[in-house]
């Protein structure tokens, strides 16, 4: 016998096949209904949440369930005021959810080898959950962890940043500059300086990166880019236009392309305009996106808007996830056991939130993939950007103990 659903179903009481879990709506889906047996349980030990009162968490959201079955369970889904957030044909459910700040509802669905769901709670209840604050991710034991001083080697672009690209790789230790004693590690990282000696009056930007075409190959979807760095006191902020730093991953995905994932920002200085302020980079039509956010966001204790220090190193921690379009709705992360390109979705970047110096802050901004014609590739890459001056100015930064984790 089959059973035919003729009408639009609440988000978390989707019934779906695991080739068709993408869809954000269910109208029409015949289904064996003598065959299905939903799953017995789900147990969701992350967070621990409740019915009849609200959990405080922090973003992103760290969600841990298993459930079981008589059929073996394969796949999860977590929906998120009715927004499905998560997708995965797995048997155990383990992932990172990014969410803005303030109350949310959820609710958990596992399915098995017939078809049969469970949703919790049922579908007229919530677990409700506040996000009082964020904290980037731990990652997995399975994560691969690339150490980007000590793995790999850097090199200036040709052919990248503007009309002029004089900076140089310059060696870490100088005796004129003692902060790099004080460095997280000692035995030194990058050191890029960039000077418009011959080029005046136009802007001067240099670009300095490491690529990875091995690490690219898979299809992870989570990336947590840590690293420290600092300006010297030698460095005159007014002739800094911008400190730009980005995470870029070019992979195959299901359309048969290879996309550019671009994780483009930077703290807009604009010379001695002193703008101070966040942009972030959109591939697709090749611009950057003014963001309302300082560089250093208001800190509890000052209650003021504060440009990076010279002289002092600083730590950041940006969380980015690739997601899958779904329409008006928001995106969502969409796993599968094994991965190939023909079953990668995932299209879309999630800048998720970033960490500046013990400060995690949500950003939550969603870009677009672009198709570059490349090959696949992971890397990393630090630009000095300076504005048109009239006279010889240099300016340097420092980066040490970077490294890059993904899952």
């Not at 998560?86 to 700040?101: E, I, R």
């Not at 420290?228 to 005159?236: L, Q």
Request: contains cysteine; hydrophobic residues 35%; negative net charge.
């Amino acid at each position: 016998m089959i059973s035919f659903w003729l009408k639009k179903c609440p988000a978390w009481r989707l019934l779906f096949s695991v080739h068709a879990m993408a869809a954000a709506t269910c109208f029409v889906a015949a289904v064996p209904s003598l065959a299905q047996t939903p799953p017995t349980s789900v147990y969701l030990q992350t967070p621990a949440v409740s019915t009849t009162a609200t959990t405080n968490v922090t973003s992103p959201v760290h969600f841990q369930a298993t459930a079981e079955s008589t059929y073996g369970i394969t796949g999860y889904a977590i929906y998120v005021d009715g927004n499905q957030a998560y997708l995965s044909n797995l048997t155990t459910l383990d992932t990172w959810v990014v969410m803005s700040s303030g109350t949310h509802n959820i609710h958990v669905t596992a399915w098995d080898s017939t078809g049969g769901y469970l949703t919790i709670p049922s579908q007229n209840t919530n677990y409700s959950i506040n996000v009082t604050g964020f904290a980037p991710p731990t990652p997995p034991p399975a994560a691969l962890q690339l150490n980007v001083d000590r793995s790999y080697s850097w090199a200036k672009q040709p052919g990248a940043g503007g009309v002029c690209a004089t900076g140089t790789i310059a060696t870490w230790s100088s005796l004129s500059d003692p902060n790099t004693a004080n460095a997280p590690d000692p035995t030194g990282g990058q050191h890029f300086t960039e000077s418009n000696a011959g080029c005046l009056n136009a802007e001067d930007n240099t670009l300095f990166a490491w690529k990875d075409a091995n690490d690219a190959t898979n299809a992870h979807t989570n990336f947590l880019w840590d690293f420290w760095f600092y300006v010297p006191t030698s460095t005159n902020p007014n002739y800094v236009q911008a400190l730009e730093s980005d995470l870029f991953f070019v992979v195959k995905v299901n359309d048969g392309n290879v996309h550019e994932f671009m994780f483009g920002s930077q703290c807009y200085y604009n010379g001695s305009s002193h703008s101070d302020y966040w942009q972030f980079s959109y591939p697709q039509s090749n611009h950057w996106s003014d963001s309302s956010d300082s560089c250093q966001p208001t800190r509890p204790e000052t209650g003021a808007l504060q440009a990076f220090s010279e002289g002092i190193w600083h730590h950041v921690t940006w969380f980015y996830q690739r997601v899958t379009p779904n329409g008006s709705s928001p995106a969502y992360q969409h796993i599968v056991n094994n991965p190939t390109y023909s079953t990668d979705t995932n299209t879309e970047g999630l800048f998720g939130t970033l960490t500046i110096d013990g400060y995690t802050y949500y950003v939550g901004q969603i870009v677009q993939s672009s198709i570059p014609g490349w090959t696949p590739v992971l890397g990393v890459q630090h630009q000095l950007d300076m504005p048109a001056l009239g006279s010889t100015q240099s300016i340097d930064e420092y980066v040490d103990q970077e490294t890059v984790y993904t899952w």
